[in-house]
């Protein structure tokens, strides 16, 4: 039987009233004429397994998931993907046909696709990559570094046992560096990576020192409020190539518009333009 309903999909969390991804969704339904309606859910935990398991029946074909519940939906998932799994997180949930619930995690992806066209010249074996921070954002840019040839990363958090974890879990390509030392290692390094809220609105600055920076060094900062922020801003007067935050949580967003709706959008300026408002 030929399903005729309209496609939903949404973002689920709590809070989610700040997600910009039922912008960005909406500016892809628009541009490409597309039947569909893409809304923010704001979950209570007791009844996250309810709402999941109810969603399909409601005409809803996948999700996108924010804090809290990027590590509690996979154990609601009857499919998680390999780099979900490796990521120990899942952004993206799509329900199959057949029924069964599938979490993916499109976040490293979101990354690399960023860095490519915001520094189209950065090559993975250049030279080492300087993460700061380790939590679960970091766990997803580790993952999709390895995974693109990067010969070392050196991960620096303000909790040493943090990055000592991903150590363990991702192998010996990654070497732990003290928080006071992080500024040290930048002058080697092919790419500089912050994944830490430090710097974002409404929270401390990032105070590592930055004068190891070197130009052509290739910097970005998974914060995007503000778009610049003073790594960034620091880097660029320094001569670095410089990619924001932004395009990482759009280029994430792509693979599950392209399996809810049937269509692969295009990331351009129009699309940064419409998520800004």
Same mark, same amino acid.
């Given at each position: =039987?030929? %399903?005729?309903?309209?496609?939903? *999909?949404?973002? &689920?969390?709590?809070?989610?009233?700040?997600?910009?991804?039922?912008?960005?969704?909406?500016?892809?339904?628009?541009?490409?004429?597309?039947?569909?309606?893409?809304?923010?859910? %704001?979950?209570?935990?007791?009844?996250?397994?309810?709402? =999941?398991?109810? =969603?399909? +029946?409601?005409?809803?074909?996948?999700?996108?998931?924010?804090?809290?519940?990027?590590?509690?939906? =996979?154990?609601?998932? +009857?499919?998680?993907?390999?780099?979900?799994?490796?990521?120990?997180?899942?952004?993206?949930? &799509?329900?199959?046909?057949?029924?069964?619930?599938?979490?993916?995690?499109?976040?490293?992806?979101?990354?690399? @696709? /960023?860095?490519?066209?915001?520094?189209?010249?950065? %090559?993975?074996? #250049?030279?080492?990559?300087?993460?700061?921070?380790?939590?679960?954002?970091?766990?997803?840019?580790?993952?999709?570094?390895? @995974?693109?040839?990067?010969?070392?990363?050196? &991960?620096?958090?303000?909790?040493?046992?943090? *990055?000592?974890?991903?150590?363990?879990?991702?192998?010996?390509?990654?070497?732990?560096? @003290?928080?006071?030392?992080?500024? /040290?290692?930048?002058?080697?390094? #092919?790419?500089?990576? /912050?994944?830490?809220?430090?710097?974002?609105?409404?929270?401390?600055?990032?105070?590592?020192?930055? %004068?190891?920076?070197?130009?052509?060094?290739?910097?970005?900062?998974?914060?995007?409020?503000?778009?610049?922020?003073?790594?960034?801003?620091?880097?660029?007067?320094?001569?670095?190539?410089?990619?924001?935050?932004?395009?990482?949580?759009?280029?994430? #967003?792509?693979?599950?518009?392209?399996?809810?709706?049937?269509?692969?959008? @295009?990331? +351009?300026?129009?699309?940064? *333009?419409?998520?800004?408002?």
């Amino acid at each position: =039987m030929t %399903d005729h309903r309209i496609p939903l *999909a949404g973002v &689920i969390g709590s809070p989610v009233a700040h997600s910009r991804s039922p912008r960005l969704h909406g500016h892809w339904l628009r541009q490409y004429g597309l039947a569909g309606f893409y809304v923010p859910m %704001d979950i209570a935990p007791e009844k996250l397994e309810t709402a =999941m398991r109810t =969603m399909p +029946d409601l005409g809803f074909v996948g999700v996108n998931v924010t804090i809290p519940y990027k590590e509690k939906v =996979m154990e609601i998932a +009857d499919l998680v993907s390999d780099r979900a799994t490796l990521i120990g997180a899942a952004n993206t949930i &799509i329900f199959r046909k057949d029924g069964r619930i599938h979490a993916d995690n499109t976040d490293g992806y979101g990354f690399l @696709e /960023n860095l490519r066209q915001g520094a189209p010249d950065w %090559d993975p074996t #250049a030279g080492p990559a300087v993460l700061l921070g380790a939590g679960g954002a970091a766990r997803a840019v580790v993952a999709s570094l390895l @995974e693109a040839g990067v010969p070392e990363i050196l &991960i620096s958090n303000r909790t040493r046992m943090r *990055a000592e974890k991903l150590r363990e879990d991702f192998g010996s390509r990654l070497r732990v560096v @003290e928080w006071v030392h992080a500024g /040290n290692v930048m002058e080697d390094a #092919a790419l500089v990576v /912050n994944s830490t809220s430090l710097g974002m609105v409404g929270r401390a600055e990032l105070r590592v020192p930055l %004068d190891g920076l070197k130009p052509g060094t290739v910097v970005t900062d998974l914060v995007y409020t503000p778009l610049q922020t003073r790594l960034l801003r620091v880097a660029e007067e320094q001569g670095c190539t410089c990619v924001d935050g932004l395009g990482m949580l759009i280029h994430q #967003a792509v693979p599950g518009f392209e399996r809810w709706f049937g269509q692969r959008p @295009e990331v +351009d300026e129009s699309t940064r *333009a419409a998520i800004l408002g």
